[in-house]
């Protein structure tokens, strides 16, 4: 660019007719910024009201304990390491629903799965529901039949049993 074009350049800024084209780019901008957010904060609401689920695995646990403060003597109790491993291949995979239902979800009958750093609490449904809360939460995981009846085998051993309302 030589000087003669930008001292032409320069006069087309003061005369405004170089303003024309940009300013019709920051408004096409300015929709799209304001497009991003909007599907932004669309997906996100959905992801935090359950609807895109999550999976779970427990499969970092190295001890779990179950807690049964509900009716009768309090039970806390470790779980052994082989209803441990059958208790992670029943839950792992399974995706976290909101689904909003009252099954008589407590903290008070629950079972922790941890390894020290990182935990997770499940609060069985306490009328024999196949779902269970997720801790406090308003995330619900959901069982087979056939998975409930297996998991109420398991804890039955502990003391644990099913309904407890």
Sequence with gaps: MDMRN??????????????????????L?????IVLIS???????????GGV???????????????HHYVGKPIDIKISDKDLAEL???????AWNDSGNACGHTMSVSITLTNG????????????DESFRIGNSIKYLDL??????????????????????
């Design 144 to 165: 087979t039949t056939k998975q409930r009846k297996r998991f109420d085998a398991i804890v039955k051993k502990y003391g644990m049993t099913f309904p407890c309302v």
């Design 88 to 94: 992670k291949s029943l839950l792992v995979g399974f």
């Design 29 to 33: 901008l300015g929709i799209t910024v």
């Design 117 to 128: 750093r990182k935990s997770i609490t499940l609060c069985p449904a306490c009328d024999g």
């Design 53 to 67: 689920p999550v999976r779970i695995n427990p499969a970092f646990a190295t001890s779990g304990y179950i807690k």
């Design 6 to 27: 930008v001292v032409q350049w320069i006069r087309k800024i003061k005369q405004k007719e170089v303003y024309e084209l940009p300013r019709a780019w920051v408004y």
């Design 39 to 49: 599907l932004y904060l669309l997906f996100s609401s959905m992801i935090g009201m």
